[in-house]
C-alpha cells in the first residue's frame, strides 16, 4: 500500500491485507495512516490478498474514487474478496465462541455488501493500453507475469516515468506467459520477496513433489499442501497432473476443499489467452487441464469435515497458503500429529504466520487455541514460487540502470530486503533504499 501524491492528485498503489500475528494483523488492517476520503484513486497491481484484500475497508472509510486493473484481475479480485468476507466472518464466529468470558467479540473488517460495492469501482485496462487517470497523469499496465492479470503499473507524470513492478513473475512457470521485460522508467518501486534467495528450478521441485506423493501414498498417510486458491493451486495442479500422466506418481485421490479456488479455477479456463504457448499445446490434448476427472472440488463445509475422517492415502490442496486461515488449518490441526502425513508449504511464508512456524521446524504449534504436536513431515517448495529470486529481479532491473534515478525496495523482510539493496548499489544503481512504514519519498519531475 504507497500512497502516492502528484499534481494536486492522490493515488494509491495496491490495498492490502497485513498477514501475520492475528491481533497485530487484526488492528493494522482496520485502521489507515490517512483520511480514505483523500485517495483519488486506486492502481491495483493484482488481485492477491495482500495486495487487494483491503480495499472494502477504504470504501467503508470514505473512498469513492476509481480502481483501475486488469480485466483477469477485475474477475479473480471478486473471488478472493468474497472470499475473505467469508473467511473473515467464519473466524471471528470460531473465535468469539472461544474467547474468555467477558472479552469484546471480534468483527469481521467487512462483509459481501462491502466486497460488492468495491467490485462497482474496478475499471478494467487490458496490458499495453494507456489512459489518463487525470490531467498530467497517464497509466500503462504491463504483464508482470505472477499471476492470471497481474501487472506493473507505468505512471508517466508529465513526462516523468515512475514504475511499480507489483509482483515480479519468474519465467519457466508452467500456465502464464513469461513476465514482460520492465518498461524504462526515472523512479522505481519494487518488490524484493526474494532477495539473496535462489529458487530451486522448476523441474526439480516438480520431481521433489514426485517423491513426496510417492512416501506418502506407501506410508498410507495424506499430503496437506496449504495453497494460494488463486495462482500455487492451479500450478500445483498442473504439475500433479503431469506427474500423474508420465505415471511418475500413482492414482491418488485429490482433492481441493477451497470455494474459492472452484471459482478462480473458471476465471484461469475462461482467460486462456493469458497462458503460454506450452500450456497452450498441452491442452489441445488435455482440455481439462486443473481436473481431468482425477480431482475432486469441494465447496460445501459438510465435505470439508468430511476429508478429516477419510483414510489416506489422499492429496489435500486448501487455502490459507501461509495457513493462517480458512479450511487448511482445520487439516493441519487433524494431520500434524500423524507420522503418516506431510506438510507441503509451496509458497512464501511470511514471519509470524503459522507456515513460517511449520517451516523453522517448531516440535509444536498453536491452532485454533490448541498447542498441537508436529510429528508429519514438514517440506518447503518454494521452487514453485511464483515471484522472481534474487538473480532474476538483477537481471530484470539491469537495463534500467542508466536511466533510473532512484529506486526503492518493498514487499520483503528486512534481510532479503538488504541483500539486494547491496546487490543493485553493487551493481551500479543510483540512490537504492528500502522503504519503510510512513516514509516519505521525493522526487524530481
Request: charged share 20%; proline share 7%.
Amino acid at each position: 500500500m504507497h500512497r502516492l501524491e502528484v499534481l494536486g492528485k492522490s493515488l494509491l498503489l495496491d490495498c492490502g491485507f497485513v498477514q501475520g500475528n492475528r491481533v497485530e494483523s487484526y488492528h493494522r488492517n482496520r485502521s489507515f495512516p490517512f483520511r480514505a476520503k483523500d485517495i483519488d484513486a486506486v492502481v491495483l497491481s493484482h488481485a492477491h490478498i495482500d495486495h487487494s484484500g483491503n480495499l472494502p475497508n477504504l470504501l467503508k472509510q470514505g473512498f469513492a474514487g476509481p480502481i483501475y486493473c486488469t480485466p483477469p484481475t477485475r474477475a479473480l479480485t471478486a473471488v478472493l474478496l468474497g472470499d475473505a468476507a467469508k473467511i473473515q466472518a467464519e473466524d471471528c464466529q470460531y473465535l468469539n465462541q472461544h474467547r474468555p468470558p467477558g472479552e469484546p467479540a471480534l468483527e469481521p473488517l467487512y462483509g459481501e455488501g462491502g466486497v460488492y460495492k468495491t467490485l462497482l469501482r474496478l475499471q478494467a485496462i487490458p496490458y499495453g493500453q494507456t489512459v489518463d487517470l487525470f490531467p498530467g497523469i497517464r497509466l500503462t499496465f504491463h504483464d508482470a507475469g505472477h499471476l492470471l492479470g497481474s501487472a506493473m503499473a507505468l505512471l508517466e507524470i508529465e513526462g516523468t516515468r515512475l514504475l511499480y513492478t507489483g509482483d515480479r513473475g519468474r519465467p519457466g512457470l508452467p500456465l502464464l506467459k513469461p513476465p514482460a521485460p520492465l518498461p524504462a522508467a526515472d523512479y522505481v518501486i519494487c518488490e524484493s520477496t526474494y532477495g539473496g534467495r535462489s529458487h530451486l528450478p522448476v523441474d526439480e521441485t516438480a520431481e521433489r513433489l514426485g517423491e513426496l506423493v510417492r512416501q506418502v501414498v506407501q506410508r498410507g498417510g495424506k499430503l496437506i499442501v496449504p495453497a494460494f486458491s488463486v495462482g500455487r493451486t492451479q500450478t500445483v495442479l498442473y504439475f500433479l497432473h503431469q506427474l500423474r500422466a508420465s505415471r511418475q506418481i500413482p492414482s491418488v485421490p485429490v482433492f481441493v476443499d477451497s470455494p474459492m479456488a472452484v471459482r478462480a479455477t473458471e476465471v484461469y479456463r475462461k482467460h486462456a489467452d493469458c497462458f503460454d504457448e506450452s500450456t497452450v499445446q498441452w491442452l489441445q490434448h488435455h482440455p481439462d487441464l486443473f481436473g481431468e476427472g482425477q480431482v475432486t472440488y469441494t465447496e460445501k463445509q459438510h465435505e470439508s469435515v468430511a476429508l478429516n475422517r477419510l483414510p489416506g492415502p489422499a492429496i489435500i490442496l486448501s487455502a490459507s497458503g501461509m495457513c493462517e486461515a480458512g479450511r487448511v488449518v482445520h487439516h493441519l490441526r487433524h494431520n500434524l500429529e500423524d507420522a503418516r502425513a506431510a506438510v507441503a508449504l509451496a509458497g512464501f511464508q511470511a514471519e509470524g504466520t503459522l507456515g513460517r512456524r511449520l517451516l523453522e521446524g517448531r516440535e509444536t504449534v498453536r491452532i485454533l487455541g490448541r498447542e498441537v504436536a508436529v510429528r508429519a513431515e514438514i517440506i518447503g517448495l518454494t521452487g514453485f514460487s511464483s515471484h522472481a529470486d534474487h538473480e532474476q529481479l538483477l537481471a530484470d532491473l539491469a537495463p534500467l540502470r542508466e536511466k533510473a534515478r532512484g529506486l526503492r525496495l518493498v514487499h520483503g523482510e528486512p534481510g532479503p530486503a538488504t541483500q539486494l539493496a547491496q546487490a543493485l548499489n553493487d551493481a551500479g544503481f543510483a540512490d537504492v533504499g528500502i522503504a519503510s512504514p510512513g516514509e516519505v519519498w521525493e522526487f524530481v519531475r
